[in-house]
Structures are given as structure tokens and as C-alpha cells.
């Protein structure tokens, strides 16, 4: 069945950088848009980053030269690299995929957490001050 098994949150210090993988099974990964979101406590879920089936990408403007989404579609798997953490990092971290719209060839997805269908069970990033 389809899973999605994220790693990589913790614990930093504001400034600090972490890695996100997310593993992903039982579909063909590389035929999907795949995204992050996050949510913090007593906020809605929001979309961060999302890579399309060419590796097209799209941020918040909130991550905008900070994050990075890339995917090793050798290994089903997506990742975050987050740079420069700020306290308001802080939340629970999702990833997710969406076999989306097809435009050109191209699976593409949005920042909306309503234009994804498989989800992960989250990892938390905590980021202190």
C-alpha cells in the first residue's frame, strides 16, 4: 500500500540547518508532485515546498532562499533541506504527494494541502531562540 515514512526533524538552535528525507512506497514516486507542509499547534496545515514530476519547484514565501526541495527518484525518496531556522520553523513537518494535474507531460501540484492524497505520519522540528 502506499506509505510515506518522513525522518530527519529534531531539535536545533535558531540559525541551525536540518535535512528532511521522506521515503516513499508502494507507487511510482517519480510520476508525482511531492510536497512539504507543515503545521504548528492551533494553525492550519500550510504547503512549503513541492517539486513536480520534472523537478520543478515552488516555495512559501516565508522559506523563499532558505529551504530546499529536491528528490532521488533512484531511491522513492524526497528531502528538505532547511537553512537558516527561525523559531517560527517550529512545527509539525508532512510530506505528501499528489498525482495531481497533468500540464505538458508534467504532474504539477500546488501549495494546497486539498491537491494531495497520500500522506505521511509528520516529524517534528523544533527550532529554539
Known amino acids: 500500500q502506499v506509505q510515506l515514512v518522513e525522518s530527519g526533524g529534531g531539535s536545533v538552535q535558531s540559525g541551525g540547518s536540518l535535512r528532511l528525507s521522506c521515503a516513499a512506497s508502494g507507487f511510482t514516486a517519480s510520476s508525482y508532485c511531492m510536497g512539504w507542509f507543515r503545521q504548528a499547534p492551533g494553525k492550519e496545515r500550510e504547503g512549503v515546498a513541492t517539486?513536480?514530476?520534472?523537478?520543478?519547484?515552488e516555495y512559501a514565501d516565508s522559506v523563499k532562499g532558505r529551504f530546499t526541495i529536491s528528490r532521488d527518484n533512484s531511491k522513492s525518496t524526497v528531502y528538505l533541506q532547511m537553512n537558516s531556522l527561525k523559531p517560527e520553523d517550529t512545527a509539525m513537518y508532512y510530506c505528501a504527494a499528489a498525482s495531481g494535474k497533468v500540464v505538458g507531460g508534467v504532474v504539477v501540484a500546488g501549495l494546497s494541502p486539498d491537491e494531495y492524497a497520500y500522506w505521511g505520519q509528520g516529524t517534528q522540528v523544533t527550532v529554539s531562540s
Open positions: 517539486i513536480h514530476s520534472n523537478d520543478g519547484t
